[in-house]
């Protein structure tokens, strides 16, 4: 026998199944010198002599010219150092990301407390937005003063 819960609902009871997603089709990469971005670049031996980002090389859509696809070695390590300094700064980007997300955990500590904060962050940014909108109307407003007012504070 099912039993019903405080809200009187049966604690037995099924819940309907999500569909299952369809899953999308892989998009096919093609080699990137025999698309017509790379025929710029390309020499009478068919050689890349060129950078292929410069041209529109796109990792989602083509796959990376090796090595042999290049006319000199120089091209082929410029295109390699690119490749890498782009996942570096990607890198650090997610680093620094990763720095504040723990300062704030350090200097607010339980998750209820930085989901307030975080929720006053964007308020502070709302009300600068509207501060700098009536000061461009000609509307001063000492934040400081309606910030007490607000406060109740009377010091």
């Known amino acids: 026998m099912a039993k019903a819960n405080k809200n ?9 199944k999500a569909e299952p997603k369809e899953k999308k089709e892989p998009i096919k990469r093609v080699p990137f010198i025999t698309t017509d971005l790379a025929k710029p670049i390309l020499n009478d031996d068919g ?4 950078l292929p980002s410069d041209n529109g090389f796109d990792g989602k859509l083509h796959l990376k010219p090796s090595r042999e696809d290049y006319a000199s070695d120089a091209t082929f390590f410029d295109f390699r150092a690119e490749e890498m300094t782009t ?3 990607a890198a650090l980007e ?6 504040k997300m723990a300062e704030d955990i350090r200097k ?10 975080a929720k006053l962050d964007k308020m502070a940014a709302s009300i ?9 109307q000609g509307v ?8 007490k007012d607000a406060m109740g504070d009377e010091s």
Not at 47 to 50: C, I, N, P
Not at 128 to 136: K, P, R, T, V
């Open 8 to 16: 009187g609902n049966s604690t037995t009871a099924t819940k309907a």
């Open 47 to 50: 050689k890349l002599t060129g």
């Open 87 to 89: 996942a570096a700064n």
């Open 94 to 99: 997610r680093a620094e990301q990763y720095t």
């Open 108 to 117: 607010y500590g339980d998750p209820e407390a930085r989901k307030k904060v």
């Open 128 to 136: 600068a937005d509207m501060h700098a909108e009536l000061a461009a």
């Open 140 to 147: 001063e407003i000492d934040l400081a003063d309606l910030l």
